[in-house]
């Protein structure tokens, strides 16, 4: 790895997250990843929403890199979102993956070790059709795509929008903080975050569920309840509280996971929630809590 290049990726693999607060450092980030892969000799590929491709190539040329030579050899990719994952839109997740896994296993077929694959992700700050569902889109990432491919990804968001994108943010197995961006940003000082359980039957909830966060968590519902298999676990181990709505919240998704014939199994429950249910026997029979 360069001196150049972004040190905290050099460091990590998989499913990774950075922000940045401005063009240059935005410039040493992406170039900075871009030109590990390459010297990996991976397939390196780069989705632009903010910057041109452009003002990616004038960003690598800078920094010494033979754009030209690595475009010309198929190994180096830079093309806009809305050519892109976003050329038809809604938003969909299913035929984004899908896309994803395609161009890991054309990159194998051309003879690459695997694919990294970067993209700018503003847009899902702004009114783009499908954008509220980029929780679901970045929670089965792991499980559908880089389970079982090699492929390194790294979502990147402005700070500016990064706050309206929170959860999705957050979700991201490594959140690596580009330099001047306050450590914890992503998730530790969220009031509640989620991120997909190792195992990719369920999500780990972390924080706590109150007023404040009441919308949050009916997304990440919203989002469990989609997830595939007839068990689905929800991790609570790092909750420290949940309120009484919050549980109601827990007993409408159980039910509709049941009407489908599948099962939440609530992991590792607070002490507020176990107290909430017990006072609400009947309304709480349906929850299910692992052993």
Same mark, same amino acid.
């Given at each position: 790895m360069t001196s150049d290049s972004h040190g905290p990726v050099g =460091? %990590?693999? *998989?499913?990774?997250?950075?922000?940045?607060?401005d063009d240059q450092e935005w410039a040493r980030i992406a170039t900075g990843f871009v030109r590990e892969g390459l010297a990996y000799g991976q397939r390196v590929m780069y989705i632009t929403d903010d910057h041109s491709p452009q003002a990616v190539f004038d960003a690598l040329r800078d920094r010494g890199v033979d754009v030209e030579a690595f475009v010309g050899r198929g190994q180096l990719l830079v093309e806009e979102a809305a050519r892109s994952y976003l050329q038809?839109?809604?938003?969909?997740? @299913?035929?984004?993956?899908? *896309? #994803?896994?395609?161009?890991?296993?054309? &990159?194998? *077929?051309?003879?690459?070790?695997?694919?990294w694959i970067a993209g700018e992700m503003n847009w899902c700050a702004r009114q783009v059709a499908g954008a509220e569902r980029i929780l679901e889109y970045e929670l089965r990432l792991d499980r559908e795509v880089f389970a079982d491919l090699p492929l +390194?990804? !790294?979502?990147?968001?402005?700070?500016?929008?990064?706050p309206d994108a929170a959860l999705a943010v957050a979700s991201h197995h490594q959140?690596?903080?580009?330099?001047?961006?306050? =450590?914890?940003? &992503?998730?530790? @000082?969220l009031p509640l975050s989620?991120?997909?359980?190792? @195992?990719?039957?369920?999500?780990?909830?972390r924080g706590h569920a109150d007023l404040d966060t009441r919308s949050a968590l009916a997304l990440v519902l919203q989002n469990v309840a989609? #997830?595939? *298999?007839?068990?689905?676990? !929800?991790? !609570?181990?790092? #909750?420290?509280?949940?309120? %009484?709505?919050? !549980?109601?919240?827990?007993?409408? +998704? +159980?039910?509709?996971?049941?009407?489908q014939g599948r099962r939440l199994v609530l992991q590792s429950p607070p002490a507020s929630l176990v107290r909430?249910?017990? #006072?609400?026997?009947?309304?709480? @029979?349906?929850?299910e809590f692992a052993a």
């Open positions: =460091q %990590v693999r *998989g499913h990774l997250c950075d922000v940045y607060n038809e839109l809604p938003f969909d997740p @299913d035929r984004v993956l899908a *896309g #994803m896994r395609s161009a890991c296993e054309e &990159a194998l *077929g051309l003879g690459f070790p695997g694919l +390194t990804g !790294l979502c990147l968001f402005g700070s500016e929008s990064a959140f690596v903080p580009a330099p001047g961006v306050p =450590q914890g940003f &992503a998730a530790q @000082d989620v991120r997909p359980a190792p @195992d990719g039957r369920g999500v780990r909830l989609q #997830m595939p *298999g007839p068990v689905v676990h !929800l991790d !609570l181990a790092a #909750m420290d509280f949940l309120d %009484v709505e919050a !549980l109601a919240q827990l007993v409408s +998704t +159980t039910e509709s996971l049941q009407e909430a249910a017990a #006072m609400f026997p009947d309304e709480c @029979d349906v929850l």
